[in-house]
Every structure is written in C-alpha cells, then in structure tokens.
C-alpha cells in the first residue's frame, strides 16, 4: 500500500545523508515523484545525488528550491536539519504532512521536530 500523500504530487527529501539517501530510495521504490536536495557540495553528497538521478529523483546540491519544497505533497526532512532552517519554514508554507527522520542523536542536540509521524517511514509501506 502507498500512502496518498506519496501520489499526490512530490515528495521532497531534504537532506542526502545517510537518511535522506535511503528515504529517498524507498520513495522511488514505491514510484513517488521524488525531489531531494543538499545544502552541501561535497564529493560524497554529489555523489549520491548523481545515483538518486540514477533512479529517477530529482537531486540536486548547493541549495534547496524553497517554492518547490512548498509546493511538495510531503516533506521528509533528515535530522540534522534545524527546525528553523530556510527549508524548513518554506515546507510550514504549504499544506503538506511534514514526515521528520529523527534520531535521539538529533532530538538531543535541539533538532526536534516540530510534529512527529506515527510511524517511522519505513513502516507505511505494507
């Protein structure tokens, strides 16, 4: 099953760690329209946008489009992204479920997200 917010419109994957790279995967797995962006312009972090292209994302590093991201029919943010980050204030903007990966790495260093998923991303795919 595929929730409806994954088929209607984009979903948008901020941050290409580790998180961002594997939700952005399941996504795409479960054909969703994926946008996925990086603040960073780092070999690794390129080179993940470059194998996210490869599976039909659209990546891209070195910013975020802010009107695209408000425009997303979910937004997935990586934990390390601060609640009151430019991205973050662009997703408040539009009418989207905002799904957060967290971690209590995050939460401990005052990422916390401003609404929790009842369920971990993985978990809404049956």
């Known amino acids: ?19 961002g ?5 399941l996504l795409r797995a479960h054909h969703a329209a994926v946008y996925a962006s ?3 312009r780092a070999p690794g972090i390129d080179a993940t946008a470059a194998a996210l292209q490869g599976a039909g994302a659209h990546a891209e590093t070195g910013g975020h489009d802010l009107a695209r991201i408000a425009r997303a029919s979910l937004v ?5 992204i601060p609640a009151d980050a430019p991205p973050i204030a ?3 903007r539009g009418s989207m479920l905002r799904l957060p990966l967290t971690t209590n790495a995050s939460a401990r260093n005052g990422h916390a997200p401003e609404r929790m998923s009842a369920a ?3 978990s809404l795919v049956r």
Not at 1 to 19: F, I, N, Y
Not at 21 to 25: E, G, V
């Open 1 to 19: 099953m595929t929730p409806d917010s994954w088929r209607k419109g984009e979903v948008a994957v901020l941050g290409l760690g580790r998180s």
């Open 21 to 25: 790279d594997a939700a952005t995967r």
């Open 38 to 40: 990086d603040t960073g």
């Open 76 to 80: 997935v943010t990586s934990p390390g």
């Open 90 to 92: 662009a997703a408040r």
């Open 120 to 122: 971990p991303i993985s």
